[in-house]
């Protein structure tokens, strides 16, 4: 009985430590590992990703300055060299990948895109608000992690970040009344959000430009080669202003105006390989107009790339004027655009802007400066300089839709050059004809001398046709040499083509190796194919005898071929000098016979080449 009643008391024992609290069970418990402490921190983690453009027309990469939304350019003339001047929104700029680059947290602006690198070690400083109340503000570097300590973990915050994309200067860590005084002629970024250390304890800043950016570019991609020397150059007529920003707003208020000046000093690679770009920044505060800006520019010299030629353009200072009403927050590009002047022959309607000499493929990946014109006017082979036609490889056939294309489109600044049409090339020939037919004609031709229009025979450097110009060159001395100059003078030399079919399969299929070699002297091994012996030449006996280039023009051609991606045949540019003759034997003076020719037997089919083309040269013509 006595044992029954002490069990029942153990009983109600036990029963009545089950009911105590479970906190004083855990109060037993101190060193268990099961605890779960829940823990915020008071650190914020800061980075940057770049910087946004807020133009409508969205970034432009580093070295492209072909704007998308632009007026067309303003031309200013001269006989050896024009400017092509425009005013677009685009500024080139160094660019990364903001998917990748952001961190997890908040970021300044989540819209996906590329954005403007920050360079390494740019300073910024960081001001965290309460409402209102500046409770932080830290100076930071870009390219490396930052951090605020001694937040209220729980709470959530206001932050701003200005920089003055500087790495020598800073905004200030005490700004008055929330608000900053700016430095004058300062890129001024700012960026701000809201940050909840709790939900997410960093930030990724994407800047945005505060003040108006106005880049002034000069560029020689378009006459082939770097700037060298100092040319004298200055920019006048800026009249901006300096100003203050709301740091919780971002509101600019214009301030006190100053008028900067410019030199060549002030103007800096675009892209760090290449000396033929470069821009210089100014920045304001103010919407107001600026309407007279000018740009003067005297003894600019430009290295051509081929083969290093020297030439100096602007021997007496000459201006160019700008006008563009800035507007905060977004980029405006005043550019001068350094272009070889064409030779101009013909009047009225048939007045034809042609380049000074042919093109040539420099056979490199570079889209902007991938073709340019030879730096001298002369007779030559360099398989650089033959193309099949519709071609942008030089020496071989398109294998690829992107190989396809006008390679005179493809000069800087794109699309101020094509190949002519039929009807351009007809002003300088007499006659029309296939091919096949026009090559028997040389020699043979009875009665009549039929001379292309405005022609002569010309020797000065190698055989060739030469025709009166109109326009262009120059009487007296010039970047490109006196009156008498190749280069001044509208000379088709006579470089020949190639028809042999046998070759054209063999060159056509692996002939990027041949680009820089001299055609008419090389017979034997090409590429491991010998060449039917060893005594034919790849131009056969039309070098030094004849000239040919490319149309772009299709023999038939029409809506519906257009629609089944079909021509048929091209025509192109033929001449050579010849003699009437009478009983096979020739009499009376040489003159240029020119023909318009027809290669009727190149089929192209939904944009395959059915029948190969022969290879000419390219001669290019101005689309303005």
């Known amino acids: 009985?006595?044992?029954?009643?002490?069990?029942?008391?153990?009983?109600?024992?036990?029963?009545?430590?089950?009911?105590?609290?479970?906190?004083?069970?855990?109060?037993?418990?101190?060193?268990?590992?099961?605890?779960?402490?829940?823990?915020?921190?008071?650190?914020?983690?800061?980075?940057?990703?770049?910087?946004?453009?807020?133009?409508?027309?969205?970034?432009?990469?580093?070295?492209?300055?072909?704007?998308?939304?632009?007026?067309?350019?303003?031309?200013?003339?001269?006989s050896d060299v024009d400017m092509a001047v425009s005013i677009d929104n685009t500024v080139p700029v160094k660019t990364s990948n903001t998917s990748a680059a952001r961190l997890n947290g908040t970021a300044a602006d989540a819209a996906p895109g590329v954005t403007e690198n920050m360079e390494q070690d740019t300073k910024y400083v960081v001001y965290i608000y309460s409402g209102s109340t500046l409770v932080a503000a830290k100076e930071l570097q870009s390219g490396s992690a930052g951090t605020i300590d001694g937040l209220d973990p729980a709470s959530s915050y206001t932050w701003v970040a200005l920089s003055y994309n500087s790495k020598d200067d800073a905004p200030s860590l005490t700004p008055a009344s929330g608000a900053i005084a700016l430095p004058q002629n300062k890129d001024i970024l700012y960026a701000s959000g809201t940050v909840n250390l709790a939900t997410s304890p960093s930030i990724n800043i994407l800047f945005n430009h505060a003040f108006s950016r106005i880049g002034i570019e000069l560029n020689t991609i378009g006459v082939f080669g770097n700037m060298t020397g100092t040319p004298t150059l200055s920019v006048s007529g800026l009249n901006l202003a300096t100003g203050s920003i709301n740091l919780l707003t971002g509101a600019v208020t214009a301030g006190a105006t100053f008028t900067p000046t410019l030199s060549?000093?002030?103007?800096?690679?675009?892209?760090?390989?290449?000396?033929?770009?470069?821009?210089?920044?100014?920045?304001?505060?103010?919407?107001?107009?600026?309407?007279?800006?000018?740009?003067?520019?005297?003894?600019?010299?430009?290295?051509?790339?081929?083969?290093?030629?020297?030439?100096?353009?602007?021997?007496?200072?000459?201006?160019?004027?700008?006008?563009?009403?800035?507007?905060?927050g977004k980029s405006h590009h005043l550019l001068l655009n350094v272009v070889e002047s064409p030779l101009i022959t013909g009047t009225g309607t048939n007045a034809v802007k042609w380049s000074r000499s042919n093109l040539y493929d420099r056979g490199g990946t570079d889209p902007l400066r991938n073709f340019a014109f030879y730096a001298t006017n002369e007779q030559r082979s360099r398989a650089d300089g033959y193309f099949s036609y519709g071609s942008l490889v030089a020496a071989r056939f398109p294998s690829t839709a992107a190989q396809k294309g006008d390679p005179c489109t493809r000069v800087y600044p794109q699309g101020f050059w094509k190949q002519p049409t039929g009807t351009q090339v007809s002003t300088l020939t007499s006659s029309t004809g296939v091919l096949n037919n026009v090559l028997n004609l040389v020699g043979t031709l009875l009665g009549a001398a039929d001379p292309a229009p405005e022609s002569s025979v010309g020797t000065n450097g190698g055989n060739h046709a030469q025709y009166v110009i109109t326009g262009g060159g120059t009487t007296g001395t010039n970047a490109f040499g006196s009156s008498t100059s190749n280069l001044n003078n509208m000379r088709i030399f006579y470089n020949g083509q190639i028809v042999n079919t046998a070759l054209l399969s063999q060159i056509g299929s692996s002939g990027q190796g041949l680009l820089g070699l001299g055609l008419s002297t090389l017979n034997a091994d090409l590429l491991g194919f010998r060449i039917i012996g060893t005594s034919i030449d790849i131009l056969g006996d039309s070098y030094n005898t004849s000239a040919a280039f490319w149309t772009d023009s299709p023999v038939l051609a029409g809506p519906l071929l257009d629609l089944l991606g079909t021509r048929v045949g091209y025509y192109g540019y033929h001449a050579f000098t010849t003699r009437r003759t009478f009983l096979g034997a020739p009499f009376g003076d040489p003159f240029v016979k020119a023909s318009t020719t027809a290669e009727a037997l190149n089929v192209e089919l939904v944009g395959l080449d059915l029948l190969r083309t022969t290879f000419k040269n390219v001669r290019c013509v101005r689309t303005n």
């Open 1 to 78: 009985m006595k044992f029954l009643q002490k069990r029942g008391a153990y009983w109600v024992v036990a029963m009545a430590i089950l009911a105590i609290p479970g906190s004083l069970i855990t109060s037993c418990s101190k060193d268990s590992k099961t605890e779960i402490v829940d823990t915020k921190s008071d650190k914020l983690t800061i980075a940057v990703g770049g910087i946004k453009t807020n133009n409508d027309e969205g970034v432009k990469r580093m070295g492209v300055s072909s704007s998308t939304k632009t007026t067309p350019p303003k031309i200013y003339s001269f």
């Open 264 to 328: 060549y000093a002030d103007f800096k690679n675009i892209d760090p390989l290449y000396n033929d770009a470069k821009i210089a920044y100014v920045y304001t505060a103010s919407t107001a107009a600026q309407s007279a800006i000018s740009v003067q520019l005297q003894n600019l010299t430009v290295n051509h790339v081929d083969g290093g030629l020297p030439r100096t353009y602007f021997a007496s200072a000459t201006g160019f004027n700008f006008s563009v009403t800035p507007e905060l």
